[in-house]
């Protein structure tokens, strides 16, 4: 594949993971809705909430396809200089990043590789904001604030991430005792507040895609 080629192919990879990630978290939230509704049986709403963690995969597993696919690009564009090895050992790393989002969404109950994960993503948070205050320096093959943006903006999305993760811990032993066919007062409102107060950080993520998208597609528009 030439440079050409590599390039359409990366931009496309870059592009449906914006896709994916936004409409995954749409039909997260709308899922979500359901699950708070006291109306509904709660068997409804059981499969409301499997509906809403089916959903939930899109996003998590375009995470790392995104940090790859964005690194790969920036390199190829010339705005970063970085060794084909480093590239690789991008792609390397978001592929054991992916094969955890992937072994969590199957087997939930592994708790060393939650904290794993969770220390995995402050740790890119971090980094991400790091590398994007690099480029208002000359640390950058060529300054590129509007790609710095972009990262502080994919960092934040992921913050939001973490935050969401922290709102809803309720939500697991509440959605236990649902599962079991107990719809109490307390366990209705542990679910209606542990995702409400998830509410506003998928809000920011959604803002921040919107923002990351448009300062991506100004940026590779002469």
């Not at 973490?162 to 811990?169: P, T």
């Not at 959605?175 to 007062?185: D, K, R, W």
């Not at 542990?194 to 921040?208: D, E, N, Y």
């Amino acid at each position: 594949m030439g440079q050409v080629g590599l390039m359409a192919a990366l931009k496309m990879l870059h592009l449906l993971c914006f896709v994916y990630w936004l409409g995954g978290d749409l039909g997260t939230f709308y899922s979500a809705g359901l699950v708070v509704r006291r109306d509904l049986s709660p068997e409804a709403r059981v499969t409301a909430a499997r509906i809403m963690a089916a959903t939930d995969l899109a996003p998590r597993v375009v995470m790392p396809l995104t940090v790859a696919s964005g690194l790969h690009l920036a390199v190829a564009s010339g705005f970063l200089s970085l060794p084909l090895a480093a590239v690789v050992a991008a792609w390397g790393l978001c592929a054991a990043w992916l094969a955890m989002v992937l072994v969590l969404h199957h087997h939930p109950g592994k708790a060393m590789l939650v904290r794993v994960d969770f220390v995995w993503r402050v740790v890119l948070v971090a980094g991400l904001l790091l590398v994007a205050l690099m480029g208002y320096t000359q640390a950058w093959v060529q300054p590129a604030p509007w790609l710095a943006l972009k990262l502080a903006a994919f960092a934040g999305t992921v913050f939001c991430g973490l935050m969401i993760r922290v709102r809803v811990r309720p939500f697991g032993p509440a959605f236990a005792q649902l599962m079991q066919g107990v719809a109490s007062e307390a366990v209705n409102n542990d679910i209606a507040r542990s995702l409400g107060a998830a509410r506003p950080w998928v809000v920011g993520i959604w803002a921040l895609l919107l923002l990351a998208a448009f300062i991506g597609l100004h940026g590779i528009t002469p």
